[in-house]
């Protein structure tokens, strides 16, 4: 090794060597680089729809609280933040009001924001019960069956998915809660770009 | 993948998890660096306490400057815990800007304190492969290789291990190299190129890159960029070595 280094400090020196290298290297960099070029569709994950960021959302149909039935793709078109919760989830609680403030704000400006009662581990009555105590106005929906959990392999509640207009997932946030300024500034830059 | 590893009521982010640990454990090497190069460990303990200070809060301001709109009206929502909220770029300007401060303020010799620094940079790329592998961010093309990994939807090129398998290769030729390195800087600068050199060559075989110019992944270019001044700067070092004996 030090026999190496010995020789390695003149190589670096010698302009007329090292620059012979230099360019060496270079020439591979970039012909590697040439070769490894991709048209953005090839790199696109379109049409794969799986829970992460940079993908589809995977598309459910639910009943919401006030008896209409929401699904995912009928919203395209617009931002939507989708919301999964549970009355017993006291981080889940605790962001529903800045989730409520999020919509009066932006629903002129189509954005939805849909909550997803994980009524499957809670019950229906409760989040009635929790959504009419807090004086949510925004659609909840219940995940009857756990299709929702499942689809998007629920670990933690809350889970917060941000959605652009072309169904493609642009943020996920597992945990919370959130607050006010967190939802907007993510929200605001999905409408601004959506303009 | 194992994002969320579940302790009994708690959920932890294993991905985070494992940078801390990495920054741990990459601290802990920074003494024995120290020792090698007649450095005190103290100031260079502090420069990392610094900077990941300054590397925190430039990151949540300048993501708050950003979106400055969202925060008019809820100003305390500043103070969040959440990671989300937090520009990645700013905060490496403000950090970087923060331990530069402090190591001219204590004159801290600048190459000597980089080369010092390396093999803790060498240890913690380790653990941002691991990371990337419980997290399934930085993930690969599509692949039908034999050993490609089936995640997000898809058989893909198993782009972490690749990304790990780098890092510990670079790690240990780190390793030998910080006995032999010849002159300040070239430990430091040696890492550099070859870290963007495998930066360019891997990024061939992620599933996420950035398109630029019709086709061109972005990294690439980057990468190609540090790699061409890693090797400018070795080679003027490397002179500057010479000068420096031959006044001595």
Sequence with gaps: MHFTMQRIVPFMRDRKRWTA???????????????????????????????????????????TLDGAAVSLTALRGRVVVVNLWASWCPPCRAEMPALQALYEEFAAQDLVVLGVNMTYQDS??????????????????????GEVAR??????????????????????????????????SIVMDLLEEAQ | ML???????????????????????????????????????????NLVFIGLIGGILGARLGYVLRHIDAYVNVLPDVFSLNTSTMSLGDGLLAGSIAALIYAQRRDLPLWTTLDAFTPSLALFSIFVGFSH???????????????????????????????????LLLFCIVSRLKLVAPFPGFLFLTFIAASAAGRVFLEAFRGDSEIVFGGVRSVQLLGLTVLLLGLFGLHLLAKDARTMKAES
């Design chain 1, 21 to 63: 290298f230099t360019a060496l290297v270079m020439l591979l960099g970039v012909a590697w680089t040439g070769a490894s070029m991709v048209s953005d569709a090839e790199i696109s994950s379109a049409g794969i729809a799986i829970p992460q960021e940079g993908f589809l959302a995977p598309d459910f149909e639910l009943d």
């Design chain 2, 3 to 45: 994002p969320i590893v579940n302790l009994g009521p708690l959920a932890l982010p294993l991905p985070g998890l494992l940078l801390i640990g990495g920054v741990w454990l990459a601290t802990l090497t920074i003494d024995r660096e120290a020792g090698r190069r007649q450095l005190s460990a103290n100031p260079l303990n």
């Design chain 2, 133 to 167: 592998l419980a997290s399934g961010d930085a993930y690969g093309a599509p692949t039908s290789l034999p050993w490609a990994l089936q995640l997000w939807g898809a058989a893909r090129h198993p782009s972490q291990v690749y990304e790990i398998a780098a890092a």
């Design chain 1, 151 to 184: 689809s998007y392999g629920m670990r933690a509640l809350p889970s917060t998915y941000f959605v652009d207009p072309g169904g493609v997932i642009r943020r996920v946030i597992i945990g919370g809660p959130l607050n006010e300024a967190t939802l907007r």
């Design chain 1, 124 to 145: 229906a009555a409760e989040a009635i019960a929790f959504a009419g105590e807090l004086g949510l106005t925004f659609p909840i929906s219940f995940d009857r069956s």
